[in-house]
């Protein structure tokens, strides 16, 4: 048995990383070890946030230990929770690390950490080269990067990434596992009609925080096809606008898609993830940058195909041809798979082949390569 500390974002935030903290504690728990995560009691100004709230309205998990102490922009807190994990000195600290912002509070931590000279910090990299750029960036995941004794990536682009900062710590790939805490797989009618669905419809999925750099402007575009168009086809925008949504309207308006679309564009609670995924016919991921997607392992566990795009390491998860497609980040190639998936009826062909290839994605390998980083 190990004594782990997970140092991010988890309850009462909420969101995507928080979901996947308080997993991967679970696993380590599933493995025998003695676990507890470390989050945020502020982590992000409200001013540089752009959601409409950080935190979570759904009850607390009741089985995780979770120390709600750390305050990004306070060095007093990160002087406070270095000090007392120097003392305490678990076997293995594993930092979730995904924006340059975060850099000080979190390298400072390390550091405080690593002078009891026994534990081993090994930070999961979700980027160590942000999809948007900011004054600092540089800095900030430098400093973070050079107090960690390894690393985990989950896509081999970030661990490209790595190397060409030149940092030589210990690392390696373990792919992001499954997102198997939002519940069983659904029949699809059941889920059409938990949304108030019309079932005379088919459905594609475009589910997630909406960021430039998701694309979904590029999916607008794609949708507008003539061909498309002709077809009993309906969109489902689900996920919170982080940006101005003035730019994504008048494309809706210029190409009159309002029918056709549907709209959810409030955070999604975790109850609700299911029904979104079990009513799609596919998951559409039209990125125009990206390392990894927890998408695409919520798309594996719900065994819905997706469509991708070939931008950083999207498409090593996506064996095209096997379980959707992956195509350029242009209107035309996304139409033209779109049309391609159901003109030929592909669904129930790539559902069998997210099923089949669903089983490599487990969270106990993710915490064996945290282990065995932390070894070397």
């Known amino acids: 048995m190990k004594k782990v500390v997970i140092i991010g974002p988890a309850y009462p935030l909420r969101g995507g990383l928080a979901t996947y903290n308080e997993r991967l504690a679970r696993a380590f728990r599933e493995a025998g070890d003695e676990v507890r995560i470390v989050t945020f009691i502020l982590q992000y100004p409200s001013f540089l946030f752009p959601g409409q709230t950080q935190f979570s309205t759904e009850p607390g998990p009741t089985d995780l230990a979770i120390d709600v102490s750390i305050n990004s922009v306070n060095p007093l807190t990160w002087w406070t929770v270095g000090e007392k994990l120097r003392r305490e000195k678990p076997d293995l600290v594993v930092f979730r690390f995904w924006l340059p912002f975060m850099g000080p509070a979190l390298g400072s931590i390390a550091r405080r950490i690593r002078r009891n000279r026994h534990t081993r910090i090994v930070a999961i990299t979700d980027n160590v080269i942000p999809h948007e750029k900011r004054p600092g960036d540089r800095p900030f995941t430098r400093y973070f990067l050079a107090a960690c004794h390894g690393f985990v990536t989950m896509s081999r682009a970030v661990l490209t990434d790595l190397r060409r900062l030149r940092f030589k710590q210990p690392a390696r790939y373990q792919p992001h596992p499954l997102y198997d805490n939002f519940g069983p797989l659904k029949p699809k009618a ?14 594609l999925l475009f589910f997630g925080f909406i960021r430039a750099y998701k694309g979904l402007d590029i999916l607008l575009e794609a949708f507008a096809d003539e061909r498309l168009a002709k ?6 925008i689900a996920g919170e606008y982080y940006e101005d949504a003035a730019p994504y309207e008048a494309l809706i308006q210029k190409h009159n898609l309002e029918n056709r679309l549907v709209r959810a564009t409030d955070f999604i609670p975790n109850e609700q993830v299911a029904d979104y995924f079990c009513a799609a016919d596919m998951v559409v991921q039209p990125y ?7 998408v695409s392992q919520i798309a594996y566990h719900f065994e819905r195909p997706m469509l991708v795009t070939d931008v950083g390491g999207l498409a090593e998860l996506i064996p095209a041809g ?11 190639a996304i139409a033209d798979a779109l049309v391609d998936f159901y ?10 082949g997210v099923w089949a290839r669903k089983k490599q994605f487990s969270w106990s390998e993710m915490v064996a390569a945290l282990k065995a980083v932390a070894e070397e």
Not at 288 to 294: D, E
Not at 322 to 332: I, R
Not at 343 to 352: M, S, V
Request: net charge positive; proline share 6%; aromatic share 8%.
């Open 288 to 294: 125009k940058n990206a390392t990894q997607s927890g």
């Open 231 to 236: 077809l009993p086809i309906k969109l489902i």
């Open 343 to 352: 003109e030929n009826e592909r669904e129930a062909e790539f559902a069998a």
């Open 190 to 203: 059941v889920a059409l009609k938990a949304l108030r669905l019309d079932p005379a419809f088919s459905y």
């Open 322 to 332: 096997e379980v959707g497609y992956v195509t350029k980040a242009q209107p035309k």
